[in-house]
Nanobody
Framework: QVQLVESGGGLVEPGGSLRLSCAASGNIGSIYNMGWYRRAPGKERELVGIITSFGTVNYADSVKGRFSISRDNSKNMVLLQMNSLKPEDTAVYYC?????????WGQGTQVTVSS
């Protein structure tokens, strides 16, 4: 089993920045993909970005140029740097990991962008 724990969510003003962290523990190997999803009020779950074990990243068009994903394989950790935040970025952000046949999710962390 794999456990994912997010941190870094909170309240921020429009135009501000936040950094989310996700730490994975358990039966972790070296070949896996990690990423972030989000779910805004009244909307379906949306992919934010995925980073492979080799560092290749795919971003949703809505966050390109503003968000950045990185990973530290030695620590089994993935980071989401969010800049120029907008009210429409308000959502619960979920970390996830895909490894072999398994797909794992964190509990989510609330990000609220409001003045």
């Amino acid at each position: 089993q794999v456990q994912l724990v997010e941190s870094g969510g909170g309240l921020v003003e429009p135009g501000g920045s936040l950094r989310l962290s996700c730490a994975a523990s358990g039966n972790i190997g070296s070949i896996y993909n990690m990423g972030w999803y989000r779910r805004a009020p009244g909307k379906e779950r949306e992919l934010v970005g995925i980073i492979t074990s080799f560092g290749t990243v795919n971003y949703a068009d809505s966050v390109k140029g503003r968000f950045s994903i990185s990973r530290d394989n030695s620590k089994n950790m993935v980071l989401l740097q969010m800049n120029s935040l907008k009210p429409e970025d308000t959502a619960v952000y979920y970390c996830y990991l895909i490894r072999g046949p398994g797909e794992y999710w964190g509990q989510g962390t609330q990000v609220t962008v409001s003045s």
